[in-house]
């Protein structure tokens, strides 16, 4: 395993002086290679949470969590080497703006590969590299980033992580504020990138139509605790899913609407409409 969390809770301290358990008892083993996990949950969940503690951006408050061999808890020394980890569980946030600072998308993209003592040339390729993978060409290197569409911005945000080149891709809410066609686009990029490097990609994401097209496993958080790690196939099924205020896919409900409506049995559930199309052509 790439990352295992054993007992892993984690406590805010709030404005009063009390505490907030945002992770609670938390038990998870990560492949390095291979997984495309969906993170869902309501707001306020732990999702973003549990997800910074996956490249130690954050310390579990009790339990451990060990990345690639090195053990992190509590009681670990501050003066503990973290760095490295971060090479390899590449965390893009929500909000591009957090990532982009530099005068231009070239030195934004360079500025990971630097910060772990790539050479300048070397970080130019990686550079090079990552613009073309995130589907933007090489002109927008000598663009400032702060002058990009959100899309764009989310693009070369990603670009800068995977410059990186980690094994683990975390990706916060990649998917929020784009239009239909931009989030496509996003997802297919991710799809590629899974299939092609074979990268584990861990997505939070809200759409439950994202989830059903592409997760090979989903992880549920409620109030801080873990309540499902399954298929997305099993998540669809399960009688909790309403009370986890969790909504089926569109497609899952166009498929039910139609296995009820002509007497037959479209399982596993179609992940496109492709599928759907030939469920229907098979049955009916």
């Given at each position: 395993?790439?990352?295992?969390?054993?007992?892993?809770?984690?406590?805010?301290?709030s404005?009063?002086?009390?505490?907030?358990?945002?992770l609670?008892?938390?038990n998870?083993?990560?492949?390095?290679?291979?997984e495309?996990?969906?993170?869902i949950?309501?707001?306020?969940?732990?999702?973003?949470?549990?997800?910074?503690?996956?490249n130690?951006?954050?310390k579990p408050?009790?339990?451990?969590v060990e990345?690639?061999?090195?053990?992190i808890n509590?009681?670990?020394?501050?003066?503990?080497?973290?760095?490295?980890l971060?090479?390899?569980v590449?965390l893009?946030f929500q909000?591009?703006?957090?990532?982009l600072?530099?005068e231009t998308v070239?030195?934004?993209?360079m500025?990971g590969p630097r910060?772990f003592?790539i050479?300048k040339?070397?970080a130019?390729?990686?550079?090079?590299?990552a613009?073309i993978?995130v589907g933007?060409?090489?002109?927008y290197l000598?663009r400032?980033?702060?002058?990009?569409s959100?899309?764009?911005?989310?693009?070369?945000?990603?670009?800068g992580i995977?410059?990186?080149?980690?094994?683990i891709?975390?990706?916060?809410?990649p998917?929020?504020?784009?239009d239909p066609?931009?989030?496509?686009a996003?997802i297919d990029?991710?799809?590629l990138?899974h299939?092609?490097?074979?990268?584990?990609?861990?997505i939070?994401?809200?759409d439950?139509?994202?989830?059903?097209?592409?997760a090979s496993?989903?992880l549920?958080?409620?109030?801080?605790?873990l309540?499902?790690?399954?298929?997305?196939e099993?998540?669809?099924n399960n009688e909790s899913?309403?009370k986890w205020?969790?909504?089926?896919?569109?497609l899952?409900k166009?498929?039910?609407?139609l296995?009820?409506r002509?007497?037959?049995?479209?399982?596993?559930f179609?992940k496109?409409?492709d599928q759907?199309?030939h469920h229907?052509?098979?049955v009916i």
């Amino acid at each position: 395993m790439a990352i295992k969390f054993t007992e892993v809770s984690y406590q805010y301290s709030s404005p009063d002086g009390s505490l907030f358990d945002a992770l609670k008892n938390i038990n998870l083993d990560i492949a390095k290679t291979g997984e495309f996990i969906a993170l869902i949950g309501e707001t306020g969940s732990g999702k973003s949470t549990l997800v910074q503690h996956m490249n130690a951006l954050m310390k579990p408050s009790s339990g451990q969590v060990e990345i690639y061999g090195i053990k992190i808890n509590h009681s670990k020394s501050k003066k503990q080497k973290l760095t490295p980890l971060r090479q390899k569980v590449g965390l893009v946030f929500q909000f591009p703006e957090y990532q982009l600072f530099e005068e231009t998308v070239m030195r934004d993209i360079m500025f990971g590969p630097r910060n772990f003592n790539i050479s300048k040339e070397e970080a130019k390729q990686r550079a090079r590299k990552a613009i073309i993978q995130v589907g933007l060409d090489e002109s927008y290197l000598e663009r400032s980033p702060f002058n990009l569409s959100g899309g764009e911005k989310k693009r070369v945000s990603i670009a800068g992580i995977l410059a990186m080149e980690p094994d683990i891709l975390v990706l916060d809410e990649p998917t929020s504020g784009l239009d239909p066609k931009g989030r496509d686009a996003l997802i297919d990029l991710f799809t590629l990138i899974h299939n092609t490097y074979h990268k584990t990609i861990i997505i939070i994401t809200h759409d439950m139509n994202i989830v059903h097209q592409v997760a090979s496993r989903v992880l549920v958080m409620r109030e801080g605790e873990l309540v499902f790690d399954g298929t997305s196939e099993a998540l669809f099924n399960n009688e909790s899913l309403n009370k986890w205020n969790l909504e089926e896919p569109d497609l899952i409900k166009m498929t039910k609407q139609l296995e009820q409506r002509y007497s037959i049995s479209m399982r596993p559930f179609p992940k496109n409409i492709d599928q759907l199309f030939h469920h229907i052509k098979d049955v009916i």
